[in-house]
């Protein structure tokens, strides 16, 4: 069984830092991507920041300037430096990853982490 574990989330003023981790543990071969999104009350679900093994990153344009998207492939671990924070970042921050389970056949199954709050004060 595969699980995505997100930690780092908390309480922050306007202006402050946070950074989230991400971490992947039990049976997988590989991981390929992985992914932050967001989910603040009724609202969906939105995607924050994306990246591939080689370093390509992808923002949403709500947080570009603002946050950074790492990983660390050896670890497996996804991080995500939160800077500037405004009121409107407050969210559940969720990790996802799509994760080679089998190679025989390729089978990639699509991980979501619990998922952990960020609330920014005004």
């Known amino acids: 069984q595969v699980r995505l574990v997100e930690s780092g989330g908390g309480l922050v003023q306007t202006g402050g830092s946070l950074r989230l981790s991400c971490a992947a543990s039990?049976?997988?071969?590989?991981?390929?991507?992985m992914k932050w999104y967001r989910q603040a009350p009724e609202r969906q679900r939105e995607l924050v920041a994306s990246?591939?093994?080689?370093?390509?990153?992808n923002y949403a344009d709500s947080v570009k300037g603002r946050f950074t998207i790492s990983m660390d492939n050896a670890e497996n671990t996804v991080y995500l430096q939160m800077n500037s924070l405004k009121p409107e970042d407050t969210a559940v921050y969720y990790c996802n990853a799509p994760v080679l389970v089998t190679i025989t056949p390729v089978t990639y199954r699509e991980v979501w982490g619990q998922g952990t709050l960020v609330t920014v004060s005004s």
């Open positions: 039990g049976s997988f071969f590989s991981i390929a991507a």
């Open positions: 990246i591939v093994k080689g370093g390509m990153t």
